[in-house]
Nanobody, 126 residues
Framework: QVQLEESGGGLVQAGGSLRLSCGTS????????MGWFRQAPGKEREFVAG????????NYLDSVKGRFTISRDRDKKTVYLQMNNLTPEDTAVYYC???????????????????WGQGTQVTVSS
């Protein structure tokens, strides 16, 4: 199993930007899919963005397309989530996740992942 550690959360005004990082360690593999999920108070955890280690294919939640960008650095074993033009609706705890997956794109369902980070808080003020 792979270990994950998120960083980069914080407080930002609406329209601002943040970059989240997810460092990986342990038994990493090119077969892994990496995902970013978020959970706001009183809401279910939702898929935000995903990327495949091997081919770099990405997919996104519709509401973040054009504002968020997921990327990976294979040498640093780190996945990033660049978040621009943030809105108060983006406020949540953001989690990094990893799971072995042979599909073309990362899964949107949390059950497709078996390793999770501890989460990092993102708060966007209006």
């Amino acid at each position: 199993q792979v270990q994950l550690e998120e960083s980069g959360g914080g407080l930002v005004q609406a329209g601002g930007s943040l970059r989240l990082s997810c460092g990986t360690s342990g038994r990493t593999s090119l077969q892994y899919a990496m995902g970013w999920f978020r959970q706001a108070p009183g809401k279910e955890r939702e898929f935000v963005a995903g990327i495949k280690w091997r081919n770099g294919n990405t997919n996104y939640l519709d509401s973040v397309k054009g504002r968020f960008t997921i990327s990976r650095d294979r040498d640093k074993k780190t996945v990033y989530l660049q978040m621009n033009n943030l809105t108060p609706e983006d406020t949540a705890v953001y989690y990094c996740a990893a799971g072995i997956n042979t599909n073309i794109y990362a899964p949107r369902d949390a059950t497709g992942y078996d390793s999770w980070g501890q989460g990092t808080q993102v708060t966007v003020s209006s």
